[in-house]
């Protein structure tokens, strides 16, 4: 993929930069192909770039002794990273592609710097990381106030399609559940 190709993803899918930060943000990122499995970003590591996936799927975990505790899903045309290794920090979080995916990278420094000078990143940058705050905002009022089946049930009509990209294990981490409670809830539908 050259760069005009990368501009015009950029620009149709961050609609809120002009033509010249379109072409500021297409210099500091790059197209990348990936297998199912490959990790982006490793937990206890610091890790440079955040990604748009244009096709497949990711999830982010935590390890817990030798247990995986799914935090996120992530799906076509979604940013995805860590807040932590957003401002240079190590992760707490590994990120591991679901399915074959197509991504474009980019540079997290560069673009963090552009931002300083360039009024629409700075609002690309603010707009993203405002939508990952209302995420984990929501996420924590559905872990107090909803139940399980509760969870589940916006689950499946909030992302039609989860259950062909996600595995039950995974998803039953995501809910706070056990498979077997999940396989009770996903009975009664």
């Known amino acids: 993929?050259?760069?005009?190709?990368?501009?015009?993803?950029?620009?149709?899918?961050?609609?809120?930069?002009?033509?010249?930060?379109?072409?500021?943000?297409?210099?500091?990122?790059?197209?990348?192909?990936?297998?199912?499995?490959?990790?982006?970003?490793?937990?206890?590591?610091?890790?440079?770039?955040?990604?748009?996936?244009?096709?497949?799927?990711?999830?982010?975990?935590?390890?817990?002794?030798?247990?995986?505790?799914?935090s996120w899903f992530a799906f076509e045309n979604e940013v995805i990273a860590t807040i932590k290794t957003f401002n240079g920090l190590v992760s707490n979080e590994t990120i591991m592609l679901l399915e074959d995916s197509k991504l474009?990278?980019?540079?997290?420094?560069?673009?963090k710097e552009l931002a300083t000078t360039n009024l629409d990143v700075s609002h690309f940058l603010n707009d993203t990381l405002t939508e990952h705050a209302v995420f984990l905002e929501e996420k924590l009022y559905q872990l107090q106030f909803m139940s399980s089946e509760e969870r589940?049930?916006?689950?499946?009509?909030?992302?039609?399609?989860?259950?062909?990209?996600?595995?039950?294990?995974?998803?039953?981490?995501?809910?706070?559940?056990?498979r077997e409670t999940l396989s009770r809830i996903r009975g009664k539908r």
């Not at 990936?34 to 955040?50: P, T």
């Open 1 to 70: 993929m050259n760069s005009t190709e990368i501009e015009e993803i950029i620009k149709s899918r961050f609609p809120v930069l002009n033509k010249d930060s379109v072409i500021a943000f297409a210099k500091f990122s790059s197209f990348l192909n990936f297998k199912k499995g490959k990790k982006l970003i490793y937990e206890g590591k610091k890790h440079h770039s955040f990604y748009l996936i244009l096709k497949g799927s990711a999830k982010a975990y935590y390890t817990k002794e030798t247990k995986e505790v799914c």
């Open 104 to 111: 474009i990278q980019f540079n997290t420094k560069s673009i």
């Open 152 to 178: 589940y049930k916006g689950l499946v009509n909030d992302v039609p399609g989860i259950l062909q990209k996600v595995s039950l294990t995974d998803l039953a981490s995501f809910l706070g559940v056990s």
